[in-house]
């Protein structure tokens, strides 16, 4: 099993910035891929941006050039620094990786969510 652990949501202005951060903990994973999704309300979960290895990514059309998500390999973290935060990227956040847990088969994984509201 891994365990994923978010932190860094909160309530920012329009404009503004915050980071984001996820933590993965478990015995005898190896991950082979981390990203951040999110749910706005009365909305379907929709996928922000990933991360394999330690430096390929990808982001999803609306937050190109405005988030930037990355990794700490040694750490089991994966990070999303969000500029230039807009209303429309109000939601919960959750971060997910795909991992190898002991001898099992790769699986998805997925954090609690935390909150991110932009309002002014």
């Known amino acids: 099993q891994v365990r994923l652990v978010e932190s860094g949501g909160g309530l920012v202005q329009p404009g503004g910035s915050l980071r984001l951060s996820c933590a993965a903990s478990?015995?005898?994973?190896?991950?082979?891929?981390m990203g951040w999704h999110r749910q706005a309300p009365g909305k379907q979960r929709e996928l922000v941006a990933f991360?394999?290895?330690?430096?390929?990514?990808n982001y999803a059309d609306p937050v190109k050039g405005r988030f930037t998500i990355s990794r700490d390999v040694a750490k089991n973290t994966v990070y999303l620094e969000m500029n230039s935060l807009k209303p429309e990227d109000t939601a919960v956040y959750y971060c997910?990786?795909?991992?190898?847990?002991?001898?099992?088969?790769?699986?998805?994984?997925w954090g609690q969510g935390t909150q991110v509201t932009v309002s002014s």
């Open positions: 478990g015995s005898s994973f190896s991950i082979t891929q």
């Open positions: 991360i394999r290895g330690g430096s390929d990514t």
């Open positions: 997910n990786c795909y991992a190898f847990s002991g001898r099992g088969p790769l699986q998805q994984y």
